[in-house]
């Protein structure tokens, strides 16, 4: 018999895959599960080798934190973005801005760089190849020191908590 765990190297994304599967063709039939099954094994079978090496969550809470702070942050710059959107006589101050990195794991820059890009105002737009700098666009930034520090604040230090500890 084949051990769990090589015919399931990640067994949540298996469920997440089956999960957006049934979501996207909108159908519970038997059929759809069983080809749903089918791809949730297949894919991560046939692209295991492809990823990184697993990362530890060495901080849970922390992570449960984080989720947190993010969803409340992207509701609340909603807001603010709209707030910028609809007053056409507040002047914005658009600005690029290089963030030095204190994250060195590829797969924590990324995660900022994707948690910075879905707050709406900002974008991460380019990571210099050395991988010390993260080129963000922000819509109205007043100081670009105080964006920086809340940026390392809100964000980066608790991914450097959760992984890189």
């Known amino acids: ?32 599960f069983l080809l749903g099954g ?10 295991y080798r492809f ?14 934190r984080f989720i947190l702070r993010v969803l409340k942050d992207i509701f609340v710059a909603n807001f603010e973005v709209a707030y910028l959107v609809i007053n056409p006589w507040r002047k914005m ?19 900022l760089a994707s948690t910075i890009s879905l707050t709406p ?13 993260l080129l963000i666009h922000a819509l109205d930034v007043d100081d670009e020191q105080a964006l920086i520090e809340q940026i390392r604040e809100r964000y980066e230090r608790p991914i450097k908590e959760i992984y890189e500890c």
């Open 51 to 64: 990823w990184d090496t697993r990362l530890r969550i060495k901080k849970p809470l922390v992570l449960l």
């Open 121 to 133: 105002g900002t974008v991460s737009a380019n990571l210099r190849l050395d991988g010390k700098t």
């Open 38 to 47: 089918v791809l949730a094994i297949a894919i991560p079978l046939l692209t």
């Open 1 to 32: 018999m084949i051990a769990p765990r090589s015919w399931l190297p990640t067994p949540v994304l298996s469920l997440l895959l089956l999960a957006v599967w049934l979501l996207m063709s909108r159908s519970y039939a038997p059929g759809q």
């Open 93 to 111: 101050s658009p600005h690029f801005i290089e963030y030095p990195l204190m994250l060195e794991e590829r797969f924590t820059i990324t995660l």
